[in-house]
Nanobody, 123 residues
């Protein structure tokens, strides 16, 4: 498993969660990484991305001001995080960690994917 997510769960509207993704530094240190979500019956939505050196980020309009992406490249294993605040029922989805072959933050070039972690927000 190249990318492994954790931190999902069942919360109420307005609550917060923190998702994490463990990734091999040897493989992913020069790659942008991001989070993508998919709800049942809906298209996949790119949520947030961060450049290889954490110098640039991208957010979907639907999560701007509520979600924060970060990455820690300091150790042998990269930790990609997504802080989810003020959660809404429409944030309910499976959240996937992904890595791009491109170094800059964006929505293209993602060729590695985790298995996903479920986030469920009740109203």
């Amino acid at each position: 498993v190249q990318l492994e997510e954790s931190g999902g769960g069942l919360v109420q509207a307005g609550d917060s969660l923190r998702l994490s993704c463990a990734a091999s530094k040897r493989i992913f240190s020069s790659r942008a990484m991001g989070w993508v979500r998919q709800a049942p019956g809906k298209e996949r939505e790119f949520v947030a991305a961060i450049s290889w050196n954490a110098g640039d980020t991208y957010y979907a309009d639907s999560v701007k001001g509520r979600f924060t992406i970060s990455r820690d490249n300091a150790n042998a294993q990269i930790t990609l995080s997504l802080q989810l605040n003020n959660l809404k029922p429409e944030d309910t989805a499976t959240y996937y960690c992904a890595a791009s072959w491109r170094p800059e933050a964006g929505t293209r070039g993602y060729d590695y994917w985790g298995r996903g972690t479920q986030v469920t927000v009740s109203s």
